[in-house]
RNA sequence: GGCCCGUUGGUCAAGCGGUUAAGACACCGCCCUUUCACGGCGGUAACAGCAGUUCGAUUCUGCUACGGGUCACCA
């Protein structure tokens, strides 16, 4: 076989070779120990959880160590690809504060456009760059053509292949592929040139010369020392439209790109031995690895699954519409990025995430359940160090979108709804209501709106809750300050028969009608309607005289 | 089924041959408290199993079990 001759037969066009090539793509000046990183995604839908996490770690490793963290777009499925996704990815990623300092970008006119010297920086439009390597791989006898006829690859595209190997036994399903890889590695010239000028298409495959009975020996960078059994598969190079598979695409860029370290999901771990090869072919140096653990999540028999795209916290757009802050759920990530993120941030409360040393070392290399009692807990205490002012625009921009009525309220004063965010805010021991913005109406909306009332516990009488009222009514002067304004309470509680001293009514209960905490609820339940409240001083003097009066007073005349 | 990865409490996890096996979340109890939230104190709860190496294994090795992943002209 003359592998020259079929190079020129099946690239006729590419005339450039490897080393024009790379001479548009020049090493990076960067810091000694800079790491390049890039997030890769295939614009087939939406980010989601599974795949922000490694690229916060790509981010957070580039731009701790001076490097460069850029995005390249995948899209070499067209028939996978969803119109708009790759737009509506690199908006989520902006809203959770991943920038990128190259690649694939969002333009002035809203379409997706390059920036940086390393592109293009999306698969699509980089046909002609991975034909020149693919050309080369031929004219070295490292990669081959196979042919199929149209109604073949027709015929292909309509059945589910996954599920059609599924339904046979393995075994045979391998055995009988790799005869036909063995055949078609037997192609002649003559062929070649037969199929050609039938117009046939073609797949171009690697020419595999491993053995997987030996393994290589590959440092992980999380999994640590692993053994490699060396690939023997003819696996696809270029896709009979001529565009690259994955790890043809993945070698070619990572290579002339620049990347220095691939952070991706441990499903690829499998195809590894394939990348290795690859770049041995090529003659490049392989990048680093980090092949970290998959998010998991419950199924039905409690059983741990990859945490995928239809599930349930999946989708990075869902955090949204549940009103977590972007701020709480990249906390989140930090905490189970490294296991000593929590420490840190305890002992540094005040500084960004960004100033964390992220490190590799401290990396899990078993897969994680996705907790929601821990991301509300994390985000419990985000929301509590936020300022008023801050919690008030991030709830009512949440609110706007997703609960409009509400949004106009708390947009209608923003004084006011300030000073209720405001209430047991700041200092040492902040309350802790919010974990989500969708939490903010039921905690406070009573302040607009007492419209569900809670109803008084049974034991209590009518008459006792009106006196109550009545009394508070006839002495409540909003000048007072905390603790006048609580003696008075007490007053009228020691009127109608009950204790205005907790120590003595717990020593006997049976003395009094009820107690200060009781007359305390009844007033609770009259000016917010529920039972639970933040602090009821605090409360009437933000909602005023006018507004108080009015809801006791509405109070008595409905018991 | 072959290959690969993994396995410390309900969850996330420290631990790198000798520890009373950290801590966080969740849960429970007590305290503080006019409710709630916060805070404080305490509690329940774990090295998958079996061999081997060793004076000594959670830690090293092997096997088994279980879980996960992968085996496309998808990434």
């Known amino acids: 076989m003359d592998h020259a001759r079929l190079a020129d037969l099946l690239f006729p066009n590419v005339t450039r070779t490897p080393e024009d090539i790379e001479a548009l793509?020049?090493?990076?000046?960067?810091?000694?120990?800079?790491?390049?990183?890039?997030?890769?995604p295939s614009p087939t839908g939406f980010v989601h959880f599974g795949g922000l996490f490694p690229t916060t770690i790509g981010e957070r490793l580039a731009h701790q160590s001076g490097?460069?963290?850029?995005?390249?777009i995948e899209d070499t499925d067209a028939k996978r690809e969803v119109e708009g996704a790759a737009e509506g990815l690199i908006r989520t990623l902006e809203h959770y504060g991943i920038h990128f300092d190259e690649g694939a970008v969002i333009g002035e006119d809203g379409k997706i456009c390059d920036r940086g010297i390393y592109g293009p920086y999306r698969q699509s439009q980089r046909g002609p760059i991975y034909h020149v390597y693919a050309k080369q791989l031929v004219a070295l006898g490292k990669a081959y053509p196979v042919f199929t006829t149209k109604e073949e690859l027709e015929a292909m595209n309509a059945v589910d292949k996954k599920a059609e190997i599924k339904a046979k036994d393995w075994h045979e399903d391998q055995t009988a592929q790799r005869e036909a890889m063995l055949r078609a590695r037997e192609i002649t010239i003559e062929e070649v040139e037969k199929n050609l000028a039938e117009g046939n298409p073609f797949v171009l495959r690697i020419l595999a010369d491993g053995d997987p009975e030996k393994k290589?020996?590959?440092t992980d960078l999380i999994k640590g020392k692993l053994e490699i059994p060396e690939n023997d598969e003819d696996f696809v190079l270029l896709k009979s439209d001529g565009i690259p598979t994955y790890h043809f695409a993945h070698a070619v860029d990572d290579h002339l790109m620049g990347t220095t370290h691939v952070i991706r999901g441990e499903e690829w771990l499998p195809s590894l031995a394939k990348h290795i090869m690859l770049f041995r072919y090529l003659g490049f140096r392989m990048p680093k690895y980090m092949h970290i653990a998959q998010i998991m999540r419950l199924d039905e028999n409690g059983n741990k699954k990859k945490l995928s795209k239809r599930d349930m916290g999946?989708?990075?757009d869902d955090y949204s519409r549940m009103g977590?802050?972007?701020?709480?759920?990249c906390e989140y990530?930090?905490?189970?990025?490294?296991?000593?993120?929590?420490?840190w941030h305890m002992q540094n409360p005040d500084k960004p995430y960004t100033d964390f040393p992220f490190n590799i070392k401290k990396m899990s290399n078993s897969g994680c359940l996705f907790d929601f009692d821990k991301l509300n807990d994390v985000s419990k205490n985000v929301i509590s160090r936020m300022s008023a002012e801050e919690v008030t625009a991030l709830v009512?921009?949440?609110a706007k979108e997703y609960d409009p009525a509400f949004g106009e309220q708390l947009a209608k004063d923003p004084a006011f709804t300030t000073a209720i965010f405001a209430i047991g805010r700041g200092g040492k021991k902040p309350r802790k209501d919010l974990a989500t913005w969708a939490d903010a109406k039921p905690y406070m909306g009573f302040f607009f709106d007492p419209a569900q009332t809670d109803a008084y516990p049974e034991q209590f009488s009518s008459e006792d809750i009106k006196a109550a009222l009545v009394g508070f009514l006839g002495g409540y002067d909003p000048a007072d300050e905390m603790n006048a304004w609580f003696d008075k309470i007490k007053a009228?509680?020691?009127?109608?028969?009950?204790?205005?001293?907790m120590k003595a009514y717990k020593a006997d209960p049976s003395a009094f009608r009820g107690s200060i905490a009781d007359v305390s609820m009844f007033l609770r339940v009259a000016v917010t309607g529920k039972l639970n409240a933040p602090d009821l001083y605090t409360v009437m003097q933000i909602l005023g005289k006018d507004e108080t009066v009015r809801r006791v007073q509405s109070m008595i005349d409905r018991l």
């Open 25 to 40: 793509y020049p090493p990076r000046q960067l810091p000694e120990g800079a790491k390049v990183t890039r997030f890769a």
């Open 67 to 72: 490097g460069v963290f850029y995005l390249r």
């Open 216 to 218: 290589v020996p590959f």
């Open 314 to 316: 999946a989708n990075m």
């Open 324 to 329: 977590y802050a972007p701020a709480c759920v």
């Open 333 to 343: 990530i930090m905490t189970l990025l490294n296991s000593n993120y929590e420490e």
């Open 396 to 398: 009512t921009a949440w």
């Open 492 to 501: 009228v509680a020691r009127e109608i028969g009950y204790a205005d001293d």
